[in-house]
């Protein structure tokens, strides 16, 4: 047997990814190596394979814990794992639907659809914040126009059923220790033959297209949600409904602001002697607006002012989270002759005045039981 490369290799996750993680990984790559968007192209075709392989096991917490343990043997004749480990038999089937339910049509409560389609969509802060609508391309297969989605040449002629699967649109194939089923190589998972295949869309019925569709993505949309459009995905072909749109969005980071879940974070710096003063300072809200924060006199570096109702929206609720301004109390640099003067003074009176460093209080005394050994 080849050499198999490592299962969360394939999937490219690492070792303690968790189970959404693997689901995301999969979807991301089975999309793209997908035959039918990469026909006749044998490499994507081998990845195909082996990620859907390695989904098999790394999505089943039971086969995973085995494929930890054993490697690839868990799942060869002969190794160790062999004959040791019971999966429930027969489950495969159900795996397979599951694992094609979403990609291939397949079935949704019952039903036959076209596939459903992921896209990535990168916004900014400001676009999650405000909300924005976005224009993407979506390249996806519609129903070819030539043939009517028949995938015949000639409309008018019956299709007949696929002599290799007959009709059932997936075949079975041994896989070290296991079966899997595929969809069927004859009839591209179709369940039928088209003896005169239109020239448009080689029979399939259907042609890639690219499609452009206005998302709307809500204020306070966070980095990480997914959007479903639904209708929006693969058309299934003739008298089959199309499958669904799957908005994955990402938010990028803003140089200014963080954000946790509404809330939202801003460090200020303020001058040391600002910060011992007192002072009013005016600092940025994500809205492209400005406004003012009181700094009260003895204010320490990583004290947090509260700015109520200046956070994100919440999806689905009038709620609104709050902006916290962290002060960071900024040491200078590069003193003048004066400043150090001025500087050297202050310290001279301040080493006298304990009372003044509310930090150092507390700290020294600690220091002092330390070294007491009451600490
Ligand atoms: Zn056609
Ligand atoms: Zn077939």
Do not use: W
Not at 223 to 231: E, K, L, P, V, Y
Not at 240 to 246: N, T
Not at 286 to 312: C, M, N, W, Y
């Amino acid at each position: 047997m080849a050499t198999k490369i490592d299962y969360y290799a394939v999937l490219e996750v690492s070792r303690d990814a968790n189970g959404d993680e693997i689901k995301r990984a999969y979807r991301k790559l089975a999309m793209k190596y997908h035959p039918d968007r990469n026909p006749g192209d044998a490499e994507a075709e081998n990845r195909f394979k082996e990620i859907n392989e390695a989904y098999d096991v790394l999505k089943d917490d039971q086969k995973r814990a085995a494929y930890d343990r054993f490697g690839h043997a868990a799942f060869e004749g002969g190794g160790p794992g062999a004959g040791g480990f019971d999966f429930g038999g027969g489950g495969l089937g159900d795996i397979f639907e599951q694992m094609f339910g979403d990609m291939m049509g397949g079935r949704r409560g019952g039903r036959r659809s076209g596939a459903d389609l992921q896209v990535q969509v990168t916004i900014t802060f400001a676009e999650a914040f405000a909300g924005v609508k976005k224009k993407i391309t979506v390249p996806t297969r519609v129903t070819c126009e030539s043939c009517d989605g028949t995938g015949s040449a000639d409309k008018d002629a019956q299709p007949e059923t696929c002599p290799s699967c007959h009709g059932a649109r997936k075949v079975r194939a041994q896989q070290g220790f296991f079966f899997v089923e595929r969809p069927c190589p004859t009839c591209h998972g179709s369940g039928r033959l088209i003896r005169n295949p239109c020239k448009e869309c080689h029979g399939t019925g259907t042609v890639e297209k690219n499609r452009t569709i206005e998302v709307t993505i809500p204020a306070g949309v966070e980095d990480g949600t997914r959007i479903r459009i639904s209708g929006e995905g693969e058309s299934g072909g003739k008298g089959v409904p199309a499958g669904d749109l799957y908005v994955h969005v990402s938010v990028e980071q803003h140089a200014i602001f963080q954000r946790d879940g509404a809330n939202i974070y801003c460090r200020v710096p303020v001058r040391m002697a600002q910060a011992a003063l007192g002072t009013e300072i005016e600092v940025p809200v994500v809205d492209g607006s400005r406004t003012k924060v009181k700094i009260p006199a003895g204010t320490q570096t990583g004290e947090h002012f509260r700015l109520r109702g200046k956070g994100f929206s919440v999806l689905r609720s009038s709620a609104r989270g709050d902006m916290y301004i962290q002060v960071v109390v900024e040491t200078p640099r590069h003193l003048t002759k004066r400043q150090r003067e001025l500087l050297e003074e202050f310290e001279g009176d301040a080493a006298g005045h304990a009372k003044g460093s509310p930090e150092s209080t507390g700290f020294f005394s600690k220091v002092k039981d330390f070294f007491e050994g009451k600490l």
